[in-house]
């Protein structure tokens, strides 16, 4: 060892020691931040799926990869990151003696060869990433940008970290060319031979080179280490748990979503007849009242922006970002921690759980943090804003985006449910809905005795579950479908089709009630379950004595069919649920319906939220349409999975929208531009506000905007088949 490879290990034994305790004291920390949490034993079930799960999503970057070239280029990244790191490691023998190398694999042709090739491709994708985060950068002339709101010098950090780091290990490489230290073959390491032929004959080249990389790589770990919030760099850690423990391991990308997690408290759902608000949690007041999953989620973010650039709410200058969202709550967190690993918090009555003595020796940016409500206005000193909260509409399209399985919607509703139970605070506007949610069972307010006012005039005879001894499907109307009058003509189309295919089915009427959709997303959970428990006995009652697979629903509501399908289990009600233009799709392909013209002028469709990145039912509209209309499907640029709200989810349709441009004009306009005639939406909440957005524009002459269900009976029954309003309705 010559004096220049004694300073070179001197060197790089220093700097790790820093750097591995620094990383230990930070992993320490994080983990005890994480554990602040509230229990969620439901995370560890099925382990098996949520390893597959796990290894699916990051070896084969299923999310990351819908983004095209910076998903391949990330995946080169991480397999860079991952494989050489075993070239960060034989560093360390070569900062000891010139010719040093990892033991055993470390001379095999096949590991020269497989990390040349890593390191060209990580090159590659982490300079694309680089390019990729400059033009996006949000000081460009132009705006906003993914990355509005992300710190962007830890974004630069990191990846100037990992050129540096790759280069270095080339230029490792080149010296032991040019020293005539390397092994490898030409053929399989030909970019180190390249930078070898160009590098000096330095004997000790190859140690100093050495001795930079592990600096690079240790100051990467002393500044993350040092800043346990940049998610931009640990993710590359915390995405591996974050996904495991994911909500629904089996369900496809886009999991997060579905059915909303049920109010717990202490990790046990809530039951209203017993709950008291002086002893269970009732929802999220404070940032330690999310489960150790949220505050895991808030720390896994990588600041991607992926979500924001997704998110109806922002793109129409409302202030909510779901990544602003995820990072307030992270640094609140974090900043909270102290004073809570000291023993502060509140309890459920608002009482302070520390000793003065406890919380002696705090620092008082902690106990300022501590007094921050969780909800609050800019001058209330509040975390998130009123305005960013109740500016959802559960749209889903973050969850969907997000690589690292970060679950939005949850978090925000959990953060609703408090303030609409305990603080009765939420816009007024929906005070009326709830009310006639609450004392007629639907959002209107109308009366229950007009609930079947929508068969009247009809040329068959509708059953009620009751009349009829034997149905198949149990056609749940839902309250838009009862009232509403645009919706009551998709109603009466799909109950035309039902008929005209012979389909045995027939209604609750009278028996049903709202599904308790928008309680739920406003996150009033008492009424919803107060609705839905009644719903689930009624329904219970009409199935009685049959098998879950003969328990049959159709739903033209997406919000009903979500509640029911995948809510209605949590209290008991096992069914099958299908979205009307499934079983429509159905009725087509087995021909007990023929589609005889076709309708023409162009078509559109709009993706319902709750029917496509919810339920995944992105197929079915599409094989109506593509059956009942006149050459192909126009898509919106925005379509499927990444289909553009119409703002009414979330229960925003009770809420005014005075923030920014209104969500449903963006996308009637985006539906216009395809210059389609005829926009075709399966949900009457989209209805209405496509309807609006139209007439808004004064196209109302130019462009209709009805239900696949009414293309179809168009198609189907060409004379008499356009769907008419009820008698006196
Ligand atoms: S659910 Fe939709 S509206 Fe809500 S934060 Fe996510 S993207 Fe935005
Ligand atoms: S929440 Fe997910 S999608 Fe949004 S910035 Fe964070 S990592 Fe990216």
Sequence with gaps: MGSVQIVTTILAAAITAVAVWLAVRAVLKMVAVIRLGQPAPERFTDKITRARTMLVETAGHTR????????????????????????????????????????IIGHWTIFGLVTEIIGVLGLVGILVLMAIRLRNRPTRPGGRSRFTGSTMWQGYFVEWIVLLVLIFGFVIRGFKVATDHFEFPVWATPVSHAVGAVLPAWADGVSVAAAIKIIISMT??????????????????????????????????????????????????????????????????????????????????????????????????????????VLSLRDHAYAKAPYLLAGGGKDLTGEEKATQAQLAHLDVLALAEADKPLIGTAEEGGVIDPDVLWS??????????????????????????????????????AGVMLRNLENKGNPWGAPQNTREDWTKGLDFEVPRVGEVDDFEYLFWVGCAGAFEDRAKKTTRAVATLLNEAGVSFAILG????????????????????????????????????????????VATCPHCFNTLGNEYGQLGGEFEVVHHTQLLAHLVATGKLTPVQPVDGGVTYHDPCYLGRHNRVFA????????????????????????????????????????????????????????????????PFCSTMLNDGVNGKGAGEQVEVIDVASVLLRSVKPQGGKETTPVGG
């Design 510 to 553: 009278e028996g049903e009630t709202c599904s308790g959709d928008p309680a739920r997303r406003i996150g009033n959970e008492f009424v919803f379950q107060m609705l839905a428990q009644q719903n689930v006995e009624t329904l219970n009652e009409a199935f009685e004595g049959r098998e879950k697979a003969k328990r049959k629903i």
């Design 620 to 683: 079915a509209p599409r094989e109506v349409l593509g059956d009942a209309i006149e050459g192909d499907l126009t898509e919106m640029p925005r379509n499927s999975e990444r289909s553009f709200c119409c703002g009414a989810g979330g229960a925003r349709m009770w809420m005014e929208e005075k923030i920014g441009k209104r969500i449903n004009v963006d996308r009637v306009e985006e539906a216009m531009a395809t210059g389609a005639r005829t926009v075709a939406v399966g949900c």
């Design 64 to 103: 990351m990869l819908k983004w095209g070239v910076v998903g391949a280029a990330h995946w080169f990244v991480m397999v860079g990151f991952v494989v050489l790191s075993l070239l960060v490691l034989e560093a360390y023998f070569e900062v000891v003696t010139t010719d040093g190398g990892l033991p």
């Design 220 to 325: 990467w770990l002393i500044v993350i280490s040092l800043n346990v919030t940049m998610g931009v760099a640990w993710h590359r850690f915390l995405a591996f748990p974050n996904i495991f423990f994911k909500r629904e391991p089996a369900r496809p990308a886009g999991s997060g979503l579905g059915a909303l997690r049920p109010m717990t408290s202490q990790g046990k759902p809530l039951d209203f007849e017993e709950a008291d608000p002086e002893k269970d949690q009732f929802g999220v007041a404070h940032v330690e009242q999310f489960t150790w999953k949220g505050l895991l989620d808030f720390s896994t973010c990588t600041e991607c922006g992926r979500c924001q650039s997704q998110c109806p709410a922002w793109n129409t200058g409302k202030p909510l970002s779901p990544k602003l969202l």
């Design 392 to 429: 959802c509409t559960t749209c889903g399209a973050c969850v969907e985006q997000c690589p690292v399985d970060i679950e939005h919607v949850d978090h925000i509703v959990d953060m609703r449910r408090y303030q609409v139970l305990i603080e009765s605070s939420f816009p007024s506007e």
